[in-house]
């Protein structure tokens, strides 16, 4: 398989290894549980915690491959009159930083836990739950820009540049935990797409 074809796969890897993250250490105490019971997850889940930060992380650097994949066909689509394309990489990068915050988090309190005060333990916790507006932000600003240049060049199918449009917005919203998941679908519907072209260019 040659690199023209990998390359568009690695939000294929971005996907896989974000959902694999979230589910490796399982649930995690509600935002208004005890000190107690906060500080006893994260002891007994110290590793499932690091590894989800480091999954998470390497996530975050196979996703900004992706991103800037499709940032570039946008681009090349655009010509001179990129704005939106611009704004697609923009989002790829605020997306990834985003990610990068909550797999700091998560490694922290899987490495930290048993050594740190129960308040501080707990204060990561709740960062951890609701330090999403980087991640919304960036999923909003990704899908918005993508979506746009998608229905302005036909770069890729225009039903997918309306579907980023509209999950964008969403992101916007207290439904944002939703355009996250449906990012995740929609990555995987584009990678396998572009990758799939590259082998019939290549072909």
Same mark, same amino acid.
């Given at each position: 398989?040659? /690199?023209r074809?990998? $390359?568009?796969? @690695?939000?294929?890897? +971005?996907v896989? *290894?974000l959902? #694999?993250a979230?589910a490796?250490? =399982?649930?995690?105490?509600?935002?208004?549980?005890?000190?107690?019971?906060?500080?006893?997850?994260?002891?007994?889940?110290?590793?499932d915690?690091?590894?989800?930060g480091?999954?998470?992380?390497?996530? /975050?650097?196979?996703? $900004?491959?992706? @991103?800037?994949?499709? +940032?570039?066909? *946008?681009r090349? #689509?655009q010509?001179?009159?990129? =704005?939106?394309?611009?704004?697609?990489?923009?989002?790829?990068?605020?997306?990834?930083?985003?990610?990068?915050?909550?797999a700091g988090?998560?490694?922290?309190?899987?490495?930290?836990a048993?050594d740190i005060?129960?308040a501080? $333990?707990?204060?990561?916790?709740?960062?951890?739950?609701d330090?999403?507006?980087?991640?919304a932000?960036?999923?909003?600003?990704?899908?918005?820009?993508?979506?746009?240049?998608?229905?302005?060049?036909?770069?890729?199918?225009k039903w997918?540049?309306?579907?980023?449009?509209?999950?964008?917005?969403i992101?916007?919203t207290?439904?944002?935990?939703?355009?996250?998941?449906?990012?995740?679908?929609?990555t995987?519907i584009?990678s396998?797409?572009?990758?799939?072209r590259?082998?019939?260019?290549?072909?």
């Open positions: 398989m040659t /690199a074809r990998l $390359v568009p796969l @690695s939000g294929v890897a +971005a896989v *290894l959902f #694999a979230f490796i250490p =399982g649930e995690t105490p509600d935002i208004d549980a005890s000190i107690g019971e906060v500080v006893s997850f994260y002891v007994k889940h110290d590793s915690m690091q590894w989800a480091a999954l998470i992380a390497l996530a /975050a650097v196979f996703f $900004v491959f992706s @991103s800037t994949n499709v +940032a570039g066909l *946008l090349r #689509a010509g001179d009159a990129g =704005g939106s394309s611009a704004l697609s990489f923009a989002g790829g990068i605020m997306f990834a930083v985003g990610a990068l915050i909550f988090i998560n490694f922290t309190l899987g490495d930290a048993n005060q129960p501080a $333990v707990q204060t990561l916790h709740v960062l951890g739950q330090m999403f507006f980087p991640l932000a960036g999923v909003a600003v990704f899908l918005i820009g993508t979506g746009i240049a998608v229905v302005k060049t036909g770069a890729l199918p997918l540049g309306w579907v980023a449009i509209i999950i964008g917005i992101a916007l207290p439904g944002g935990f939703f355009a996250f998941m449906a990012l995740g679908i929609w995987l584009v396998v797409m572009l990758s799939l590259a082998g019939r260019e290549t072909a």
